[in-house]
């Protein structure tokens, strides 16, 4: 036992009635093995190779409680969706851990697709659960998996039966905050496309107030063949926050998965990819975006896997960093044995917008077969002098010219997005945290076009 | 066409002479009992007549190594080495009373170096190269010394240098390399033997290359030799290093830590044809490569080159880095790295941007073949001062046959918002399309793919100095050979 994550656990057994899925054996030997392995390993910390940039400092230095119900019911003013007004949309939402019923809407849910909450799902059909949770994502040497699987509490269930094709996206809004003292939660969702099937999933992760929390959530996703799933992300916790997100994903023959991980919050944030392409013809496109200021600090790993021939992945990070924040990109291509014809391109960009900003960039390939077509990028730099010389010799001011440079520099990462309504929710979102007088500056040209 | 049939009768040569430097010379040797400890180094010491404050400062190292884990993070994987099963000194006995011209060497070392292709008697020397060759642990022989100093250049052993300019080693020795910086360059600092001493001073363009040869013979010898080269104001040298060691069944270490520092508009040129006995088709035998090399632009305007060719050893470890202090100082790294059979690489560079305007440019190349495992692990770090400053990376693998592997580890640091960093790196095999066109006009496969791969490694080549650029063409081919069909 570890002293500083000691509170993290300490009250495990007491805890163990109340979690999801306390009256079954299976749950409660998984959850024994994730508390082993997290006590055995510890915090992560910066001497391990995946966690040489980013130090979880507010983890050591805070004492975080465990959610209880009260925390549920704090008080959401505005629910943070991407599509604002539009009643339609099915969505799940959990506040501080807790399912809000009184917030959720999943009454437009075509046949043959169940949303269901963590231990809904494990009251409903536990054998189907049994056989995908904690079976797609690798716990060894991942302790914060390990922790989760331990304490999950909260959490989204979707299941998209064969050939069923959901046009409406759904959302699984997890908001937290507003608690009197530090607390921690743990979603846990499963995400399982059955062959045939199609789907959009919009995970969201919102933070009220300024009081610190942790929110250590765990997805494992279940691509299908010949499924299609898109799967997009948005953190946008709050100032003090600490965020840790992983996904595990395994894609099957001639399936697609497409995800894209808008950060743009939380003082310090961890987004994990693990994606194996174990069909043929798989296919997946990790992408993402953040935007960083003050002293946050974001963190975008993703290890993609080609474990079989043919198979075809694409990534695009890109990011702002401001003042003093800091970002980390560390993407790893790796190409097993005999997975011939492999073909991975991966790319990394971050402007630089404050002399105090870091970016810190480790984009790796590992590869193990010959018959291969693997290329990474990374560019870190500041905004293109030249180019904003151009703009501000045409009367542009420097503010707005800053601001278009961004804009277009920040497209080609959402362009990646392919559902059009998302892409444009999600840039809307990005370039309204763009420093503040880039306001001014549009306001400049409204009234410069009124007056002509 | 005369170039291609040129390379293709190189090849066919190279391909039955396999590892031609594989050969034993018998010779008699003075070695130090075998294992490491206090008395060992007190001894080495003693043996080179060294100053009190070399030999605190070699027993400060020991004492602290003592205390080192050995690093895991690497790539490569090998069995624990035994410190204690290895000599640390092991020199001709002839040298014992040290001759004081060619004419005085042992006939038997200088036939060695013959066949190696080294030419010692300085009529035959290649005009304007001028050598210092280490066999095993001592310097033997160090040519156009005299040429060198009319010009105030030093080229000489590290042992003579510390007689002879002790203010200047002392000032230098582990200013680039502290002996704590890591487990091997840590025993290096207590144990070397040799190595070669440069000294350039102000305003002088030093009129030569400087090479030097090292060689392992003796059995169960490690060779730790220690490198310095200081390059004063205004000042430009080429040096280059070349390296080949018998064929035996145990893994020899050579641990060697180079250090090169560069003043005020100073620049240095190093390059490295590296050819260790790799070890058989099997893996057994071979030499452990693990050295440390690293290079201080301490002065504005100051350069450090680093080309490496890297076509030996069982297991290639090293990551010849630059320290980019001084404004508008530059570093760049061009590498060949070339793995076959069993062989292991784990190399690339540092570049650590600390001044203003600094830049630094890295290409790396790697090959890997049969059942090798090649890995470019690099650092690019810009500091919170180095403002302007610029860094360009590509790294490029290529992969022949289906059980070899290659991995690409850059690391981008960027604290500086003025400091742009651009990376690229790509990992493919052979193209079919051009194989198929040198095969159609009847070239064979060994000698297309010796082609191509001197195609893709050119702009590397094309770094090093005339006379070794040819034979690092041909090492490229031999490197290869047996990884098709």
Redesign the interface.
Known sequence: MHEITEHLVKNFEGQLPHLPGSDLNWVEAMRRSGLELFNDVGLPNTKMEEWKYTRLRTLEDTRFQPVNEGNGAAKVDQLPTLFTGQKEIPRIVFVNGCLRTDLSDLDNLPDGVLVHSLSGSLAYDPVWVRSYLGRIGQMDSRPLFALNTAMMNSGAIVRVRKGVIVKSPIEMIFVAGLTNVPVAYYPRNLIVLEENSQATLINIHDGLGVGPYFANSVTEVDVGNNANLRHYRVQTENLEATHIGSMHVRVANEANYETFSMSAGGRLSRTEAFVRLEGEGAHCRVNGAYFMKGREHCDNTTVIEHVVPHTKCREVFKGVLDDEACGVFQGKIIVHKDAQKADGHQLSRALLLSDKAEMDAKPELEIYADDVKCSHGATSGQIDESALFYLRSRGIPDALARNMLIRSFMAEAFEEITDEKVRDAMANLFMHRLPAQCFLSEEWTRDKLSNE | MGAITNTVAQVREMTEEKYKYGFVTHIETETAPKGLNEDIIRFISAKKSEPGWLLDWRLKAYRYWLNMSEPR?QKPQFPEIDYQDAYYYSAPKSMSDKPKSLDEVDPELLKTYEKLGIPLHEQEVLAGVAVDAVFDSVSVATTFKAKLEEVGVIFCPISEAVQRCPDLVKKYLGSVVPYTDNKHATLNSAVFTDGSFVYVPKGIRCPMELSTYFRINAENTGQFERTLIIADEDSYVSYLEGCTAPMRDENQLHAAVVELITLDNAEIKYSTVQNWYPGDKNGRGGIYNFVTKRGACRGRNSKISWTQVETGSAITWKYPSCILQGDNSVGEFFSIAITNNAQQADTGTKMIHLGQNTKSKIISKGISAGRADQTYRGLVRMG?KAAGARNYTQCD?L???????????????????????????????ISEDQLFYLRQRGIDEESAVALVVNGFCREVLQQLPMEFAVEAQKLVGISLEGSVG
């Open positions: 993070w919170p693998s992969l022949i046959g289906d059980t070899c592997g290659a991995h690409t580890v850059p690391y981008i640091e960027s604290k500086n918002k003025k400091a742009l960093v651009e990376h690229e790196a790509t990992t493919s095999k």
